[in-house]
């Protein structure tokens, strides 16, 4: 492999227009086909396999034309101080109010608060519900303004208007924070290079990659039904890795320079040993992220895929595109150290350098490697005790900021129809193979109504034909609460004896349902995920460190990192600690997408550094030098740059923290202190101390093993000649057999 990407880099070096000009032209192409491109309509939230999505696609079925998929609002309503909703003057108020907005053209339904029972036991509150036609996201502009239009008439007559459900669903924004990320990454990279053109490269190629990826998930997201958060994902981990492997490949060019190799050799060098890791490296991160398809669910399925293109599009764009871009900058880009010799008069032989802080820090380890290896392993053990607390579930309404309408009229319906009416559970009672379906539907009922923490059961609500009905179930704790989980699941057992009785089917769905239903779905797959991806993954390591222990080491010290990573999470995010630092205005529990797709990303990340970090080692390990002087090596060449990577993506990932998305939020903060967990405590202390403890039996293989395992060559060994000029023909054979 390093002799092919060798040959490729000098090849993008010598026709660096040709190169510019394909990825200028893709990211045109990818920009073209986004603008015009049709604007993305609603995410299908589907969840095979649950009975919550069983029950949801039988509604569409016996129930045609109910536009399930469409928006809805609830438009809520709280008379003054003193005053009641009945009072005329604020009845009137309401009727004109719902009046106004049944006249909307994609409006289906709108129903009256007084005929429909929707005003509390005291008076004070009411609502109207509103259907329409089409989803949130394809609601025009003036239907939203109608909406907020009539809502601000009837609070210019005196009364406490809010809105609540989807209608008024806006696309998420980053926020500031983002460009503060890409700022931080840039000084972090001219203070590594001492350089603003050599700092400049990642940071552009990583923009191209990000456009044609992010441009590329626009263009198809009508087709295939991408979700916003899809794109800021992609953009997310695709900054984070475009960076890093630039980073890694003009760090080895600069390497490479300061052995006295010409440019062209230099950039062949660059891409064959550094662009190995990154082949690696890359190819690690998007096992993680294509592996999220074992959970089953699309929209997370979708998510992973996009991610995993986006990063595989910075690997062809660091192995292509930066060294055609260093052909470009020429001069401009200095050898290491050149600035340093420089200064002492063009020579750097006439004292011997001082050692950096990488030598320092790996000489320091590994005269105590066992004290080291116990204070990371209970730091990240503190850090993770929160993790124990982990509460999963789905935002809804009640996780909005206080100051967004829709938080408040969930606030308002808690108030004056008790804190589960925001999560109606819908019973489907499906009847069709009964004998008397009418009578089936009334045990139902009446067998929901015995059932603990149940405030209210409606009347069932049969199709036109008969065989299937609808019974809305108002629990007496809030959603996201462990007793409204033990409801849905009573409810479910109770369904199984009427069903095994009449043969008549109940199931339970709606919001509040398919949270739960999810949740289950994620914990249930977490493990067989984790075993598919760190298994694959540990057999790709084998193969690039040609060891059994260090893969296995790599893999514990992953799980230590996230870990504490969960645990961070779970403080800030459920607990409130730093909460208004972190722009958290509101705890509860964590999304139950985090832990699973925080273990895909923070996996393959991981193991970026250690391919980057290790592979330094194992190349000093092979070429002669001693376990011990193999670490310091590694540290001296790769520590700098690694701890530059590490801060890179931690900035990046911190961007994230400013978007209004709360999964976004939290996702950004979780992967940002994941990063720093797991470079600088696990791959910088304990890794070190760990190959320090191991010795030579860190690089032990079985005889067999090695001889039935192919030489991928990560360290370059091909490259290795006496001169500057090469593999030679007699290398070039041997790694073609190879």
């Keep these: 492999m390093a002799t092919f990407l060798y040959k490729l880099g000098r090849l993008a070096f010598r026709r660096r227009h040709f190169v510019a000009l394909i990825w200028v032209a893709l990211l045109t192409l990818a920009g073209v086909g986004a603008a015009s491109a049709p604007p993305a309509g609603t995410t299908s939230f589907s969840i095979p396999g649950t009975e919550a999505q069983k029950a949801f696609d039988l509604l569409e079925e016996r129930f045609p034309g109910t ?8 438009v809520v309503f709280k008379a003054p101080s003193g005053e009641k909703m009945t009072d ?5 108020t309401v009727e004109k109010t719902v009046a106004d907005l049944a006249d909307g053209s994609e409006v289906s339904s709108v129903a009256d608060p007084y005929t429909g029972n929707a005003v509390s036991k005291d008076g004070t509150i009411a609502y109207a519900s509103v259907k329409y036609d089409v989803s949130g996201m394809e609601l025009e502009d003036t239907t939203k303004d109608a909406l907020e239009g009539a809502a601000q008439q009837a609070r210019d007559a005196g009364l406490t208007v809010e809105i609540g459900g989807d209608a008024l669903q806006a696309v998420p924004h980053t926020g500031a924070t983002e460009v503060i990320g890409i700022a931080v990454a840039a000084v972090v990279l001219v203070i590594t290079f001492g350089s603003l053109v050599a700092a400049g490269l990642p940071l552009l190629t990583a923009l191209i990659g990000v456009g044609i990826g992010v441009a590329s998930i626009t263009a198809l997201a009508g087709a295939l039904e991408l979700g916003s958060t899809t794109s800021i994902l992609a953009m997310m981990i695709g900054l984070a890795v475009g960076i890093d492997y630039a980073l890694f490949i003009v760090s080895r060019y600069r390497a490479e320079l300061a052995e006295g190799r010409e440019r062209e050799e230099a950039a062949g060098r660059a891409v064959g040993t550094a662009g190995s890791a990154v082949v690696f490296a890359g190819l690690t991160v998007v096992i993680a992220l294509v592996g999220l398809a074992v959970v089953n669910i699309p929209m997370l399925t979708k998510m992973g895929i996009a991610a995993a293109g986006t990063v595989a599009i910075a690997v062809l764009i660091a192995l292509t595109m930066v060294p055609a871009l260093l052909g470009y900058a020429g001069r401009r880009v200095k050898p290491a150290g050149a600035k340093n010799a420089k200064k002492k008069g063009g020579t750097t032989e006439a004292k011997p350098a001082k050692e950096n802080l990488g030598t320092r820090w790996a000489r320091f380890v590994v005269r105590r490697p066992l004290a080291v290896l116990l204070l990371g392993v209970v730091g990240l053990g503190a850090a ?20 967004t309408t829709q938080r408040r009229a969930y606030d308002l319906l808690s108030e004056g129809f008790g804190p589960g009416f925001n999560g109606p559970l819908m019973v489907v009672v499906d009847a069709k193979g009964s004998d008397a379906p009418q009578q089936v539907f009334t045990d139902v009922s009446d067998e929901i109504k015995g059932l603990d923490d149940v405030v209210a059961v409606t009347p069932p609500a049969p199709n036109k034909g008969g065989d299937t009905a609808t019974i809305t179930v108002i629990p007496d ?3 996201s609460s462990v007793q409204t989980e033990d409801l849905v699941h009573a409810i479910r057992d109770a369904g199984a004896g009427i069903k095994a009785d009449t043969g008549a089917e109940t199931l339970v769905t709606g919001s509040t349902a398919m949270n739960i239903d999810v949740s289950e779905k994620l914990n249930d797959a977490l493990l067989p995920y984790l075993v598919l991806v760190v298994g694959l993954a540990f057999l790709l390591l084998i193969v690039v460190f040609r060891s059994i222990l260090v893969p296995l080491k790599a893999a514990l010290g992953f799980l230590l990192s996230v870990m504490a990573a969960l645990g961070a999470v779970v403080a800030v995010f459920q607990w409130g600690w730093l909460s208004g630092l972190m722009g958290v205005e509101e705890t509860g529990p964590v999304m139950s997408m985090m832990p699973i797709f925080m273990v895909g990303v923070v996996f393959g990340l991981a193991m ?11 190349e000093a390990y092979v070429h002669g030098e001693t376990p011990d002087q193999a670490i310091v090596t590694g540290f001296k060449h790769g520590a700098r740059v690694v701890t530059a990577a590490a801060v890179i993506m931690m900035a990046v990932f911190a961007g994230f923290i400013g978007s209004s998305e709360s999964m976004v939020k939290m996702i950004g903060f979780g992967l940002a202190i994941a990063v720093f967990f797991d470079a600088f405590v696990v791959r910088m202390a304990i890794v070190p101390a760990v190959l320090a403890l191991l010795g030579k039996k ?16 990560v360290e370059g060994e091909g490259l290795r000649t006496d001169g500057d000029g090469g593999p030679g023909p007699d290398e070039d054979r041997e790694l073609a057999r190879t």
């Design 67 to 74: 536009s399930a998929d469409g928006a809805t609002a609830r």
């Design 88 to 92: 005329a003057g604020n009845k009137a």
């Design 384 to 403: 993770a005790v929160p993790a124990a607390s982990l509460e999963l579930g789905l935002p809804d309404d009640g996780s909005q900021p206080t100051s």
């Design 477 to 479: 704790s809030k959603p």
């Design 608 to 618: 970026d550094y250690e391919v980057f970090l290790v592979t330094r080692m194992r």
């Design 698 to 713: 860190a690089w032990w293989l079985p005889k067999w093993l090695d001889r039935a395992l192919p030489n991928v060559d």
